[in-house]
T-cell receptor
Framework: DTAVSQTPKYLVTQMGNDKSIKCEQNLGHDTMYWYKQDSKKFLKIMFSYNNKELIINETVPNRFSPKSPDKAHLNLHINSLELGDSAVYFC???????????????FGPGTRLLVL | AQKVTQAQTEISVVEKEDVTLDCVYETRDTTYYLFWYKQPPSGELVFLIRRNSFDEQNEISGRYSWNFQKSTSSFNFTITASQVVDSAVYFCALSEDDNYGQNFVFGPGTRLSVLP
């Protein structure tokens, strides 16, 4: 059983399109995250949700909108895709029941987005 | 602000050699947590270890060992008798003791190539 899953694994699309990436975790964790990994492998947090509530919203264009229908899911919707959005997007989750930084984050397999 | 430095961008070793990956961190918190993740060529992020700032005891897990030195703000990772399957990008990460892991910061990664 996959603990943190993402779909799709690969996404190739044209500039200007709108796309969504889905993330689900079956670990019973309270907190979920989206990270972006650029071509140089730098990993940077984008969003964090705790129990469906947005906690972190780093400096990310408002074309990116996370949506959490329940605490096991955190989807990422991207409007008007641009070339610079091409990257690998990772979903992660952690227990963070007490809201502490000590919790290990477990990552999904990543979604490779290519914008043409 | 917290920061993680992995000065070695790429390392190549021959199988069976020992190799140490360096990680130096900066934080103003007295309570913090350090992590190592492995990203093999397949792209997923695999959790390896978590240490808290109050536990400086070194840890060994099979061929992997970690040396945590608060005095030098380092959390180095050694692979003994390296194998080709160890080839991956290794990330060191730091999380401060705050809410929901929002300060979970990754280093830039070290790409390790183990040659047969």
């Amino acid at each position: 059983d996959t603990a943190v899953s993402q779909t799709p694994k690969y996404l190739v699309t044209q500039m200007g399109n709108d796309k969504s990436i889905k993330c689900e975790q079956n670990l019973g964790h309270d907190t979920m995250y989206w990270y972006k990994q650029d071509s140089k492998k730098f990993l940077k947090i984008m969003f964090s949700y705790n129990n469906k509530e947005l906690i972190i919203n780093e400096t990310v264009p408002n074309r990116f909108s996370p949506k959490s229908p329940d605490k096991a899911h955190l989807n990422l919707h991207i409007n008007s895709l641009e070339l610079g959005d091409s990257a690998v997007y990772f979903c992660a989750s952690s227990q963070a029941g007490l809201g502490r930084g000590q919790e290990t984050q477990y990552f999904g397999p990543g979604t490779r987005l290519l914008v043409l | 602000a917290q920061k993680v430095t992995q000065a070695q961008t790429e390392i190549s070793v021959v199988e069976k050699e020992d190799v140490t990956l360096d990680c130096v961190y900066e934080t103003r918190d007295t309570t913090y947590y350090l992590f190592w993740y492995k990203q093999p060529p397949s792209g997923e992020l695999v959790f390896l270890i978590r240490r808290n700032s109050f536990d400086e005891q070194n840890e060994i897990s099979g061929r992997y060992s970690w040396n945590f030195q608060k005095s030098t703000s380092s959390f180095n990772f050694t692979i003994t008798a390296s194998q080709v399957v160890d080839s991956a990008v290794y990330f060191c990460a730091l999380s401060e003791d705050d809410n929901y892991g929002q300060n979970f910061v990754f280093g830039p990664g070290t790409r390790l190539s183990v040659l047969p």
